[in-house]
């Protein structure tokens, strides 16, 4: 056996300092000096050893391990007999890995201060390249990160919220922006309050992340993380996350979704139509069985985007049945409004009571129009007569008090006065007055009906031939002279008119010649004496005013479907207050009233006021609801049912009992059975269609803006 | 079982737990929509830090810190968590910027060195006791120029006695060279024993060639080359157990520094955290 290289006898071992920076160069020789280098590294070699000085003699004190006492001994001046010739120290390992480790430090340091120099940062620092989008609208830095969101002191709280105020500037995302789908924490407490029930267990997931409780704070980068890479989709968020908030969690679609109630019938449609009543009973009428559509895509045709499905208005789905019941050519009876007349006045009793009333018809009946009330009030001083008259009927005033047999003066005198104003001034009296009156916003030139003053002015001649001289002094402040009661003859009969075969009895061939030529004036285009006039109504059977001698009123006849005065008028008084508006809104929505608009048309209660549902649903782009449905994505999986694959009927609903009286779209019966969600798994499994929440779901929604538009981005010459 | 293997069992299924619980936290908390990167970095920041000061600790001896021993093991056990957490903070994705990138690269250097510091301070020392005679790494150089001496010495001494310059030729052609190289840096991980075996052969196949006196020498020669193939084995492993901490302590200070610059980042700009 080999004798062992290193010695374990104590004093012939070297004494090694590894911890040292430097290292003798001859220890590798194995003759290092026992000073070694010193903390610069520089040799400090004189000899083998240090001669000590004993009594008056030196004395060699060489180590054992390096031979003991040498042979020649110290030189008299003390120094080594041995000298050791100098060394070029070398570093130790230690000492190099000390130098590797501060050259690191540093490099890092430098690599790190790169990071914090501002020309640099945003290249180095940058996490990630933005979305395509946002790469777009920000470009540095501060777009997003702003100083005052780094200001110090800020909390996280109050960062965040900077921040999504940032995101919202841009995106509008409604009223309620930060609170969970954009719902108000009052309406969110209500969808809340009664969670539907999931068919399945829990997911222990779920259990388990929903023990953490709700996050303290739903800031928009929770879901969208930014600087993810130029195609991320900022959208992109796991079903899991989807269900975390809510109270009803599932494993998926297919496993554990709530069946749906109502959908998507939750919203009364619109318009009124019974497609049970119409498909089991009216389509198979052999009076409408020519007419009657074959399929729904007559009626109904998808949006562009795919995923409403509209109807494709009236012409092309009603109007073959419904044209002539809405035109008013079956309807037994007046065919059009009564929009003026000239009302009952007891004028004995005025002119009794010292009120000049001038000339006035005997014949007239009835009280004030609601359409003549309302342009009325639209005068202060009538407005005042009016409800200074109060219930008094100013057609007897035999017992009323002497103010309100002067408010009825005063009344009548402003029905004069709205008279010859229509007559001379036309459709800008009504403009003028309605927006006067409480119905400003009524659609002014649409109320107008394209009132025709020459029918006025017709009118007026027959049966007020003096009015405008009387108005005009009136107006002046001047009395009235009494007048003779006015008769007026009835001239829009379907009877013959001559003058050879006038009624003797007529008493308006006992008129002065004046009041005779005028009286008739209206007449006077009706040039071959042997012809008939047909009935003032059907005279306008696309629509017009025209007038009723023997009523003193004036009419307008609806023009069929979607007539602009119904229109404006129904709109207008829909759910107002005032008694003037709710008679016209009671007159014009009866079943029965011309137009019979309201017998389709359903009315709603919304926030923002009553409003009459003239369109069927159309898509609103910018309203994001929380169900999405493409349906042009499913005209091919439907089966020989066609539409009605999905949509059946529900024989024996309520249908029409959600409408009449209700004005709460929300409550509704559909005659359609509420989708069934089996005939969505079918395809929407994992393995087929997919099933994640966001195929169907928005997480934003309300009404919104896609984007809103910043000005301060705009070039300055279109700012 | 010994309380060795009993104390790696029982701190490795501890670590795994606290991995598996972090695995289950982190997912949870990013289905709950909280800010998991925040915490895992926060976390992970803590750690790097404990990590980093083992270092420390080695430095300050005298204070009583807990035995080095203890912060070893914490050091190893406490790295491993670090790494599943860092991979947890950082994500699949590659890194998208350039200092991200750079401390990604750190870290899994950092970790990576480590790793392999920690197999090597395993699988090593038990080889290099097996080889031959322990020796202290600093006196290795003087003992190769001893060993280099003793052949040089008896090749003369050969050449003298013999009167026959076989053996100094060889020591000049093969012994020489073999005696004064020093091996590669990762020939451990080989057991790179190639050049002492061709010596060993060479002397071998030389001995046909000498005379009694000289075979006498080249025995002792042999026993030299054992010695300087145990040499170098301790020579080669005991540098291998101490350059990987040239690697590992280098890095450790860069990443700390990435991680400062990163967490000011984070701090200045993120509004999440």
Redesign the interface.
Known sequence: MRRLLQSIIYNRKLYDRPQDKWICGRAAEGCACIYGPGEKGECRATGQCLPAKKNDRWVCTRAISLGAACEPGPRPDGTCGCPVPPCRPVRSLRSWRGRIVRAAFVVSLGAAGLVFWNRTRPTLANPGPLTNQHAVSAQQCNTCHTEAMRAPGQSRAARAAEHDQLCIRCHDLGPHATSPHGVAESELALLTRRPPAASGPRPAVLVAATALGPPEQLACAACHREHQGADFDLKRIADLQCQVCHKTQFRAFSDGHPEFSDYPYARRTRLQFDHVSHFQKHFTDARWASVAPSSCAQCHTPAPTGEKMLVRGFEAACAACHNAEIEGRDRAGDKGLVFFRLPAFDTNALEEAGHAVGEWPLTAEGGLTPFMRWLLEGEADARAALAALGDQDPGDLRRATAEQKAAAARVLWAVKGLFADLVTQGQPVIVRRLAASPAAQLALSAGTGQFSPDAALAAQQAWLPNLLAEVAAHRRGEKVARRAPVVVARTTSTRTVTAEAADPDDLLIDLPTDRKSSATAANAPVAPATLKFDEADARVATGGWYRQDDTLTLHYRPGGHADGFLRAWLGGTAGRTEPAAQKIFAQLSANNAPGACLKCHSVDHTPSGTVVNWLTSRPQPEVRAFTRFKHSAHFSLMGDQGCMTCHTFAVGADYAGSFGANRDPAIFRSNFAPMSKASCTNCHQPARSGESCQQCHNYHTGEMQVLRAQAAALPGKIK | MNTLRARRWLLSVVTLAAVLALTAAW?????????VAKYSGELLVLLLLLLALFNVRKKLPFLPLGSATAWLQFHIYAGWLSVALFLLHAGP?WP?????F?LWLVFLSVAASGAFGLWLSRWLPPRLTRSG?S?????I???????EDEAGNLVRQAETEAASSTLADFHRQVLAPYFARTPTLFSPLAEDDAAHHRAGHELASLRRYLSEREMLIADQLA?LL??KRN?DAQYAGQRLL?LW??VH???T??????V??HV??VL??S???
């Open positions: 997912w949870l908390g990013g289905i709950a929509l909280r800010p994705q998208r910027s350039a200092l991200g750079a005679e020796l202290v790494y600093e006196r150089p003087r003992l190769r120029h001893q060993l026993e054992e010695a040499l101490k901490l040239f302590l280098p890095l200070y860069g990443l700390l520094v990435l400062a610059a000011w980042l200045h700009y509004h999440r955290f």
